[in-house]
């Protein structure tokens, strides 16, 4: 038996991450190249350290022989001033949620958020209509999936979120960025009439976590045409995913999106091609054994 012939070390910097999925997803890919490949997360309310500390943790795991970082909330802005450098879309979007450590210790800041949506979007619902597109949320996480819808070739994309003024400042950023698309900023109270009109849905609110269940809008609402993409994960089945299915609507759960960005995370890390489905089917049994361990509590 062969050893592994290379090492990398990464860690995940962020508060609650202990529990994250990440770690075993790329310790196992790492493994199928032949790695020797720990991953670790560095919880910094475990730690009892404030987002601040977040430059002061870059450092040190440069210094430790760390090979990257993902970052993850509330420090994907904050981090940002802590590089040596930062590309071209974490730098739009003004958020960096993967660091790789080169050689010579200089730091890069890359964001794979959005792209890891992209490649989700393209793989799971290929030929989706980009005509219009309803986007519920506009958080960090919503900024991301909007820069790779417009990326992807939306040509107008509408943003609600229960915060207007987080919406209208979202659309404005967008609207500069991608001059040939309209990018607009809409209420709740318009979201009847702007899904009669869209081609698809995406969800980026915390709804359809265990800890906030239910719907974000009366899926009543929704057609065999439209197709809806949540970015929810836990559980892979949200009520939203599950009523879109019954409605006739093609379909995009959130695990893909996770994977997506852990797949470009991994890539961006070893320089080596992840198998981006074995990634998929490892991230659906973590999260199948996570729900039977719950169950059985």
């Known amino acids: 038996m062969s050893l592994p012939s290379e090492s990398y070390l990464a860690g995940l910097i962020g508060d609650g991450v202990t529990p994250s999925l990440t770690p075993p997803l790329h310790e196992r890919e790492g493994s199928e190249h032949g790695l020797l490949y720990l991953y670790r997360p560095i919880d910094i309310a475990a730690l009892g350290l404030a987002p601040g500390s977040v430059g002061e943790l870059v450092r040190a795991a440069r210094n430790l022989g760390f090979n990257g970082l993902n970052i993850t909330h509330p420090c994907k802005q904050l981090v940002l001033a802590h590089l040596d450098e930062v590309d071209a ?37 290929p030929g989706a209509a980009l005509g219009r597109v309803v986007q519920l949320g506009a958080g960090g996480a919503g900024s991301a999936v909007a820069y790779a819808l417009l990326t992807a070739g939306v040509e107008h994309l509408s943003i609600v979120d229960v915060a207007p003024e987080r919406a209208a400042e979202r659309t404005a950023e967008l609207a500069r960025l991608f001059p040939a698309a309209s990018v607009e900023a809409r209420t709740t109270a318009e979201l009847a009439p702007l899904l009669e009109d869209a081609d698809g ?28 993409a949540d970015i929810v994960y836990r559980p892979i089945e949200t009520q939203l995913v599950r009523d879109a299915r019954a409605a ?3 379909v995009l759960d959130g695990g893909r999106m996770a994977v997506g960005q852990a797949v470009d995370a991994f890539r961006i890390f070893t320089g080596l091609e992840p198998d981006a489905e074995r990634m998929r089917e490892h991230f659906l049994a973590l999260i199948e054994a996570e729900a039977l361990e719950a169950g059985a509590r």
């Open 89 to 125: 879309d974490a730098a739009r979007l003004g958020a960096v949620n993967t660091v790789v450590i080169r050689p010579d210790g200089t730091t890069v800041g890359h964001n794979t958020d959005w792209s890891g949506f992209l490649s989700a979007f393209r793989a799971g619902l």
């Open 201 to 228: 849905v995406v969800h980026c609110t915390p709804i359809g976590m265990a800890a906030h269940p239910g719907t974000p809008f009366d899926t009543s609402l929704l057609t065999p045409r439209h197709w809806v």
């Open 248 to 250: 006739g609507c093609r």
